[in-house]
């Protein structure tokens, strides 16, 4: 079986018993394996097998139970998306102003002698036009035998309009069994305005919550200037190819990603990896679509287009967080599932409580009670508790270069205690410097002429280290001169001859087989191994004339990286496939304590399971390739972006800003939205259990009190507005 995983837009959720009746739905159909869906995306994330569950039969079976899923002929530009949500937010306003506006002339009416029967009339628009929506959703729901928000709504209203209309068009009948004939347009009318009104407000601040996705879209080029046949031409950035040379100037957006052919230039990446900083780019180095160009002219060569482009990817991952769903978050809408049929119970014994003990005109107490009830449940804060705060979470990372692939990973990331790093390329630059160039006493070699010769014998050499020694060389300007005789020594090191003087170059065992005394350097070369670096020495005419040390320079960001998770109360270590000396001599310039030294590849993601057999909670940081199984076995795995393919795919969190900082950065954006998520569901359940009883008429006997329905709609759609507010105070978040 060949699954397809694909994300589809749905139309008509409202609550988290909407979610829970849309994933049993999909997930009921044959060949579907597995079906998320998030509220605040309004998004349904199917993986499937296309052969049997085509793109209709999963639209057939969301219709059945009252909603609709938009298929991808369906899908319109983010344009037309834009103007379609202007539209349905205006349509909203319209129907909730219509519907407060006659609910108010009722309200006012009553106080005044309006007559039922212009009450009546007033009141059916509401009921079946503005109302419409409620039925439209309730009818299939319950043919499928499921419930949800508007299940309870229509329920509600439904039966303070009938109960109105009847004692409106038959007062007779009721005045026989001793009730007044009194209608209750009002209750129906406002109630329903009121849920309408706060439906529009809470779809205004979800709005607010996906600005990331829209600023990153935003960022996007739309044009590229492609030289062809020597002339520069403007491409619509949709018609760009691979392979197509472009030029940008200084100011502009780089259009797609790519390779400079020619020219150089400084780039401002902070869209891509937070970094403020300008990056100088020259020949061959690589270039990401949508940085801004900041000072020269170049061309370069298209790479990556489309959905290719690392932006792209970056959009296509930040979506995929937004619409994950967290552990958490499952808890509510399970309990969600199961909290409309208990509420529809709850209405149907308190209607029974009450038209059997209650005062009279008991039958009436019954009906507003039982509204009142239905009215309050509605779970609709139970279901945006998590994903608002979700999406407001990954949008922070996104914007800060800390990459969070779902909502799973940012739950988790809160309980780390234990967080390893990977040594080379991630605590380390990952690439050998010359750190020192020492020139032997009473030798008269300079350092300057040590280097010279070093890098001049080494320009013409393979070996790993040669190109950190020339690289020196050209930085500091020496004069590379010409080399005879050249020859390179295997496990040994090169020699040659450089203005009439023999040059060896190389470890320990080449200066034994040249018999070249290395004493006098002996406090100096044990010094540099101790802090381990590799050292290779220089010998002109059969006499020692220096030393150059390389190593693997640690990052400027490391340790105090390492100090802000340490503060933090978490535990760190390296873990390394270098041997004991070389770990501990960067574990103590980084200030780790624990070294985990000469672990194979294939060894760390064990060393990972030990830990967490510990009881700890690991995070690894790795550099996203060939430490791939460690971050796979971590609780949550970090990997250090370097803008691959690789780098994205293999972590749960990326760090495109290559910033280890950010390591805690992400576990603090964790907490804070772990926080947010805690105090939502606390102001959700606790809004229902408080409530409820309140809605059954708990206070009556003791205080007197009922709650009116019309105030019970307020009081829910208010807790929705709150829930979606709190989320959205996390964009003030320091992380």
Same mark, same amino acid.
Not at 494 to 520: C, H, S, Y
């Given at each position: 079986?060949?699954?397809l995983?694909?994300?589809?837009?749905?139309?008509?959720?409202?609550?988290a018993?909407?979610v829970?009746?849309?994933?049993?739905?999909?997930?009921?159909?044959?060949?579907?394996s597995?079906?998320?869906?998030?509220?605040?995306t309004?998004?349904?994330?199917?993986?499937?097998?296309p052969?049997?569950? *085509?793109?209709?039969?999963?639209?057939s079976?969301?219709?059945g139970?009252?909603?609709k899923?938009?298929l991808g002929?369906?899908?319109?530009?983010?344009?037309?998306?834009?103007?379609?949500?202007?539209?349905?937010?205006?349509?909203?306003?319209?129907?909730?102003?219509?519907?407060l506006?006659?609910?108010?002339?009722?309200v006012?009416?009553?106080f005044?002698?309006?007559?039922?029967?212009v009450q009546?009339?007033?009141?059916?628009?509401v009921? !079946?036009?503005?109302g419409?929506?409620?039925?439209?959703?309730?009818?299939?729901?319950?043919k499928n035998r499921?419930?949800?928000?508007?299940t309870?709504v229509?329920i509600?209203t439904?039966?303070?309009?009938?109960y109105?209309a009847f004692?409106?068009?038959?007062?007779?009948v009721v005045?026989?069994?001793?009730i007044?004939?009194?209608?209750?347009?009002?209750?129906?009318?406002?109630i329903?305005?009121l849920?309408?009104?706060?439906?529009f407000?809470?779809a205004?601040?979800?709005?607010?919550?996906?600005?990331?996705?829209?600023?990153?879209?935003g960022?996007?080029a739309?044009?590229?200037r492609?030289?062809?046949n020597?002339?520069?031409?403007d491409?619509p950035?949709?018609?760009?190819?691979?392979?197509?040379?472009?030029?940008?100037?200084?100011?502009?957006?780089i259009?797609?990603d790519?390779k400079i052919?020619?020219?150089?230039?400084?780039?401002?990446?902070?869209m891509v990896?937070?970094?403020?900083?300008?990056?100088d780019?020259t020949?061959?180095?690589?270039?990401?679509?949508?940085?801004?160009?900041?000072?020269?002219?170049?061309?370069?060569?298209?790479?990556?287009?489309?959905?290719d482009?690392?932006?792209?990817?970056?959009?296509?991952l930040?979506e995929?967080?937004q619409a994950?769903?967290?552990?958490?978050?499952r808890l509510?809408?399970?309990?969600?599932?199961y909290f409309?049929p208990?509420?529809?119970m709850?209405?149907?014994?308190? !209607?029974?409580?009450?038209?059997?003990?209650?005062?009279?005109?008991a039958?009436? !107490?019954?009906?507003?009670?039982?509204?009142?009830v239905?009215?309050i449940?509605?779970?609709c804060a139970?279901?945006?508790?998590?994903p608002?705060?979700?999406?407001?979470?990954?949008?922070i990372?996104?914007?800060?270069?800390?990459?969070i692939?779902?909502?799973a990973?940012?739950? *988790?990331?809160?309980?780390?205690?234990?967080?390893?790093?990977?040594?080379t390329g991630?605590?380390?630059y990952g690439?050998?410097?010359?750190?020192?160039?020492?020139?032997?006493?009473?030798?008269g070699?300079?350092?300057?002429?040590?280097?010279?010769?070093a890098?001049?014998?080494?320009?013409g050499?393979?070996?790993?280290?040669?190109?950190a020694?020339?690289?020196?060389?050209?930085a500091?300007?020496?004069?590379?001169?010409?080399?005879?005789?050249?020859?390179?020594?295997p496990g040994?090191?090169?020699?040659?001859?450089?203005?009439g003087?023999?040059?060896? !170059?190389g470890?320990?065992?080449?200066?034994?087989?040249?018999?070249?005394?290395?004493?006098?350097?002996?406090? =100096?070369?044990?010094?540099l191994?101790?802090?381990?670096?590799?050292?290779m020495?220089?010998?002109?005419?059969?006499?020692l004339a220096?030393?150059?040390?390389?190593?693997?320079t640690?990052k =400027? &960001?490391?340790?105090? /990286?390492?100090k802000?998770?340490?503060?933090m109360?978490?535990?760190v270590?390296?873990?390394?496939?270098?041997?004991?000396?070389t770990?501990? /001599?960067?574990a103590?310039?980084?200030g780790?304590?624990?070294?985990? /030294?000469?672990?194979?590849?294939?060894e760390?993601?064990k060393?990972?399971?030990?830990?967490?057999?510990e009881g700890?909670?690991?995070?690894?940081?790795?550099?996203?390739?060939? =430490?791939?199984?460690?971050?796979?076995g971590?609780?949550?795995?970090i990997?250090m972006?370097?803008?691959? =393919?690789?780098?994205?795919e293999?972590?749960n969190?990326?760090?495109?800003n290559?910033?280890?900082g &950010?390591?805690?950065s992400?576990?603090?954006? &964790?907490?804070?939205?772990?926080?947010?998520?805690?105090?939502?569901l606390?102001?959700?359940?606790?809004y229902?259990?408080?409530l409820?009883p309140?809605?059954?008429?708990i206070?009556?006997?003791?205080?007197?009190i009922?709650?009116?329905p019309?105030?019970?709609?307020?009081?829910?759609?208010l807790?929705?507005?709150?829930?979606?507010?709190?989320?959205?105070?996390?964009?003030?978040?320091?992380i």
């Amino acid at each position: 079986m060949t699954e397809l995983r694909r994300s589809f837009p749905i139309k008509g959720m409202h609550c988290a018993s909407c979610v829970r009746v849309i994933e049993r739905a999909l997930s009921k159909v044959a060949g579907v394996s597995s079906a998320t869906v998030n509220l605040a995306t309004e998004q349904a994330s199917v993986a499937y097998d296309p052969k049997v569950a *085509t793109d209709e039969i999963l639209s057939s079976a969301v219709a059945g139970v009252g909603y609709k899923l938009v298929l991808g002929q369906e899908i319109k530009s983010e344009g037309e998306q834009k103007q379609e949500k202007q539209k349905e937010l205006k349509k909203l306003r319209s129907k909730v102003i219509i519907s407060l506006s006659l609910g108010a002339i009722i309200v006012v009416g009553g106080f005044f002698g309006l007559p039922p029967l212009v009450q009546l009339l007033l009141a059916i628009p509401v009921q !079946f036009w503005v109302g419409l929506e409620f039925y439209r959703a309730t009818i299939p729901a319950l043919k499928n035998r499921t419930a949800n928000m508007d299940t309870l709504v229509a329920i509600g209203t439904s039966v303070a309009f009938g109960y109105s209309a009847f004692v409106t068009v038959l007062p007779q009948v009721v005045e026989k069994i001793g009730i007044e004939p009194m209608p209750y347009f009002d209750v129906s009318t406002v109630i329903i305005g009121l849920i309408l009104l706060g439906r529009f407000f809470e779809a205004k601040a979800k709005a607010g919550t996906s600005e990331a996705i829209k600023r990153l879209i935003g960022l996007q080029a739309k044009t590229a200037r492609v030289v062809k046949n020597g002339k520069d031409i403007d491409l619509p950035i949709s018609e760009v190819a691979v392979g197509m040379v472009i030029r940008v100037r200084p100011g502009e957006k780089i259009p797609v990603d790519g390779k400079i052919l020619e020219g150089e230039s400084s780039i401002d990446e902070s869209m891509v990896t937070g970094e403020s900083i300008p990056v100088d780019k020259t020949k061959g180095d690589n270039v990401v679509g949508a940085t801004l160009n900041k000072t020269g002219t170049f061309t370069y060569k298209a790479t990556k287009v489309g959905s290719d482009t690392l932006l792209a990817q970056i959009i296509k991952l930040v979506e995929e967080a937004q619409a994950s769903k967290a552990p958490i978050q499952r808890l509510a809408d399970l309990i969600s599932s199961y909290f409309v049929p208990i509420v529809i119970m709850l209405a149907l014994f308190t !209607f029974s409580v009450w038209y059997i003990f209650g005062p009279q005109p008991a039958f009436l !107490f019954a009906i507003l009670n039982m509204v009142a009830v239905l009215i309050i449940a509605c779970p609709c804060a139970m279901g945006l508790a998590t994903p608002t705060a979700i999406m407001v979470g990954t949008g922070i990372g996104a914007e800060k270069g800390i990459l969070i692939k779902d909502a799973a990973s940012l739950e *988790t990331a809160h309980k780390i205690n234990t967080v390893v790093f990977d040594k080379t390329g991630t605590l380390t630059y990952g690439k050998p410097v010359v750190t020192d160039v020492v020139s032997v006493k009473g030798k008269g070699e300079s350092g300057k002429a040590v280097l010279q010769m070093a890098a001049s014998i080494e320009k013409g050499s393979e070996h790993s280290l040669a190109e950190a020694i020339v690289k020196k060389g050209e930085a500091e300007r020496v004069k590379f001169e010409k080399v005879t005789g050249f020859k390179a020594i295997p496990g040994h090191g090169v020699e040659g001859v450089v203005k009439g003087k023999k040059i060896v !170059f190389g470890n320990r065992r080449l200066m034994e087989k040249e018999k070249i005394d290395t004493t006098l350097a002996r406090s =100096d070369l044990t010094k540099l191994e101790e802090e381990g670096k590799t050292v290779m020495m220089l010998g002109v005419n059969g006499q020692l004339a220096g030393l150059i040390a390389v190593a693997d320079t640690v990052k =400027d &960001s490391a340790k105090a /990286a390492v100090k802000k998770l340490q503060g933090m109360g978490i535990e760190v270590i390296m873990l390394t496939g270098d041997n004991g000396k070389t770990a501990a /001599a960067i574990a103590k310039q980084v200030g780790i304590k624990r070294v985990l /030294a000469e672990v194979l590849p294939g060894e760390k993601e064990k060393e990972v399971r030990k830990l967490q057999g510990e009881g700890k909670k690991v995070a690894f940081v790795g550099d996203g390739i060939n =430490d791939a199984p460690a971050l796979a076995g971590a609780d949550v795995g970090i990997a250090m972006g370097s803008g691959t =393919d690789v780098a994205i795919e293999s972590g749960n969190i990326t760090l495109i800003n290559k910033d280890l900082g &950010s390591v805690a950065s992400a576990i603090i954006l &964790s907490k804070k939205t772990m926080r947010t998520i805690r105090l939502n569901l606390f102001w959700a359940f606790g809004y229902n259990i408080i409530l409820i009883p309140v809605a059954m008429g708990i206070l009556y006997l003791p205080f007197n009190i009922l709650l009116n329905p019309i105030l019970a709609s307020a009081a829910m759609a208010l807790s929705s507005i709150s829930v979606v507010g709190n989320s959205l105070l996390l964009k003030k978040a320091k992380i």
